[in-house]
């Protein structure tokens, strides 16, 4: 979301695309019921994610739209007690700056049950939307032990932290599966509400729940494709239909 310098550094251009998405995002802000919305630019963790954000923010405000700068993964006391609405900022509505990582963008907008806007993904064009460009997604819940919550906006993985641990015994619906437990575990959404539960012992199953019922050790679970907890079993697993609400310019 970057306008683009001219060679000599004198002058700014704007990109199309940009344009569109700040375009967007003001139409967005007028839209709200709230008297004065604010909304949440969410940002990477490099300098340029960092100035990426704070440009929006520059272009959002000659607009006339309050903006708040946002971490794009939700801090550990952000995250969502149970099953109880999580708290999240005091926001309206989040905007994803870009960057590699787009469902980061979308796990944050899931837990805090925002709506974000975001430029459609390559494995969502297919995916049908309204009149206004915006839909609703599944995610994959975690419930955690010791009550705590997670998501996952594609993936879940789990790997053994123990050089020898063993087997785990997974139930896949009501399915008992005993599994090497040196071999990942992967959980991933797929359309139709389902989880395409895969391993190397069992191959791939596509199911409604996953529960991690029984192994020794620590394991860490990966979400979508980044180390985020270290766990010890049970934990479950199950797609949330509808939590994601994506907006697309």
Known sequence: MLPRQSSSGTETRTDPEEERFVTAAARVARTLPAERPVLGVLRGFSRVDRDRARTLRGRLAERGVLTADLSLVPDAGDRDPGRAAAPHPRVD???????????????????????????????????????????????????????????????????????????????????????????????????????????????????????????????????DGTPAHDVHAPLRMQTLPGRLHLLHP
Request: glycine share 12%; proline share 6%; charged share 25%.
């Open 93 to 223: 509505v989040l905007l994803y700056a870009g960057g590699p990582q787009p469902e980061h963008a979308m796990k944050a907008a899931a837990l805090w049950r925002l709506p974000l806007l975001i430029e459609q993904q390559a494995e969502g064009r297919d995916e049908a939307t309204n009149s206004s460009g915006e839909h609703r997604r599944a995610v994959l819940g975690i419930d955690l032990p010791g009550g705590a919550f997670d998501i996952a906006a594609r993936e879940a993985v789990l790997v053994s932290l123990q050089p020898q641990p063993g087997r785990v015994r997974l139930i896949l619906d009501n399915e008992k599966i005993n599994a090497p437990g040196d071999q990942p575990f992967r959980v991933a959404l797929t359309g139709g509400g389902l989880l395409e539960a895969s391993g190397d012992a069992f191959g791939s199953r596509r199911v409604r729940r996953v529960r991690f019922e029984r192994a020794w050790g620590a394991y860490r679970l990966d979400i």
